[in-house]
């Protein structure tokens, strides 16, 4: 196994907790249903919501890239046990190219913030980019 990339995003759980009390379509636009389902059964869900939404962007730091080259709900940060990835759309593209397998997530809060680091590892050597995606 080999490390492709490293990310790591920190989140205030009351930021989060205000842009979706204000902004409804932040959880759609922002998170999986299985996301929300997960966060909203408890009974302060901003927290689940910061670790995740600091979780996607770790993954997307780990891959090399940002919001802009892959939608929010394309990655999937599990809850109910230890934290998986589940990558779909561009980002599942991205790791192809890359040469990733597995993208490994710990998550960590404290009152205020919601901490999270990951690993792109990979097996292969990854698909050289195309012209396109060289100049991106």
């Known amino acids: 196994m080999?490390?492709?990339?490293?990310g790591v995003d920190l989140a205030d759980i009351?930021?989060?907790e205000a842009v979706y009390r204000k902004y409804p379509r932040f959880l759609e636009r922002c998170f999986t249903p299985h996301e929300?389902?997960?966060?909203l059964r408890f009974a302060n869900p901003a927290r689940r919501l910061a670790a995740r939404f600091?979780?996607?962007?770790a993954v997307m730091k780990s891959m090399g890239v940002g919001w802009r080259r892959i939608r929010w709900t394309d990655i999937?940060?599990?809850g109910g046990g230890p934290p998986r990835?589940?990558?779909?759309?561009?980002?599942?593209?991205?790791?192809?190219m890359l040469g990733v397998t597995?993208?490994?997530v710990?998550?960590?809060?404290?009152?205020?913030?919601?901490?999270?680091?990951?690993v792109a590892v990979g097996e292969h050597e990854p698909i050289p980019p195309s012209p396109q995606e060289h100049r991106a």
């Open 102 to 104: 597995d993208v490994l």
């Open 85 to 96: 990835v589940r990558l779909s759309g561009n980002a599942a593209r991205r790791a192809e």
């Open 76 to 78: 999937e940060i599990t």
């Open 14 to 16: 009351d930021r989060v």
């Open 54 to 57: 600091a979780g996607k962007e």
């Open 36 to 39: 929300r389902e997960y966060a």
């Open 106 to 118: 710990t998550i960590t809060h404290t009152d205020t913030s919601a901490l999270v680091m990951a």
């Open 2 to 6: 080999r490390i492709i990339g490293l």
